[in-house]
T-cell receptor, first 113, second 116 residues
Framework: EAQVTQNPRYLITVTGKKLTVTCSQN?????MSWYRQDPGLGLRQIYY???????DKGDVPEGYKVSRKEKRNFPLILESPSPNQTSLYFC????????????FGNGTRLTVT | AQKVTQAQTEISVVEKEDVTLDCVYE???????LFWYKQPPSGELVFLIR??????QNEISGRYSWNFQKSTSSFNFTITASQVVDSAVYFC?????????????FGTGTKLQVIP
């Protein structure tokens, strides 16, 4: 089954404790991206990757890191999480960036206390 | 700069009523794509439709229809004879990709509640 898999689904952590949210897709998509969803703000793009070893900032990259060492994986790293990063995070992939629809993972609800 | 405006934050309708969700976009690019996504209460994001900037043909798919008008920079979504299962948050999105540049901008979403 074609899918984007995010883990974990729920995560509660404390300020400053490094964490990684994993994202993997099995559709051989070149394009992958991360979004955060906050009430009243919709989805905002954090980072995206056009291909392996090619990443770029979205609208809200501060406090986040990403890497794209393999085509299928695109982890989101929070080196020192803060409470303002409490949010619902979605990973997505697409066959052709911009042209084709995004396939989303099921989301990761992160709470930073 | 790109912008997508969904002015309707929440809409409530009674089952079987028709409802239109508005989407207005801004971009300087001449080639772009517009999307609608649905987020039901379970939380996943589901793709509904895609339109490119050169295709203004309206589309009907079952109870869903979309009206794309470049002259007013709008891409509105109508649900005919709404059902409780249509209750969800609906997002409009604008996407531009050129060479190594890509940007997707989502609206803030419209929460639709269909009351039985």
């Amino acid at each position: 089954e074609a899918q984007v898999t995010q883990n974990p689904r729920y995560l509660i952590t404390v300020t400053g404790k490094k964490l990684t949210v994993t994202c993997s897709q099995n559709m051989n998509h070149e394009y992958m991206s991360w979004y955060r969803q906050d009430p009243g703000l919709g989805l905002r793009q954090i980072y995206y990757s056009m291909n392996v070893e090619v990443t770029d900032k979205g609208d809200v990259p501060e406090g986040y890191k990403v890497s794209r060492k393999e085509k299928r994986n695109f982890p989101l790293i929070l080196e020192s999480p803060s409470p303002n990063q409490t949010s619902l995070y979605f990973c997505a992939s697409s066959r052709i960036p911009g042209h084709m629809p995004l396939h989303f993972g099921n989301g990761t609800r992160l709470t930073v206390t | 700069a790109q912008k997508v405006t969904q002015a309707q934050t929440e809409i409530s309708v009674v089952e079987k009523e028709d409802v239109t969700l508005d989407c207005v976009y801004e971009t300087r690019d001449t080639t772009y794509y517009l999307f609608w996504y649905k987020q039901p209460p379970s939380g996943e994001l589901v793709f509904l439709i895609r339109r490119n900037s050169f295709d203004e043909q309206n589309e009907i798919s079952g109870r869903y229809s979309w009206n794309f008008q470049k002259s007013t920079s709008s891409f509105n979504f109508t649900i005919t004879a709404s059902q409780v299962v249509d209750s969800a948050v609906y997002f409009c999105a604008l996407s531009v990709a050129s060479g190594g540049y890509q940007k997707v901008t989502f609206g803030t979403g419209t929460k639709l509640q269909v009351i039985p």
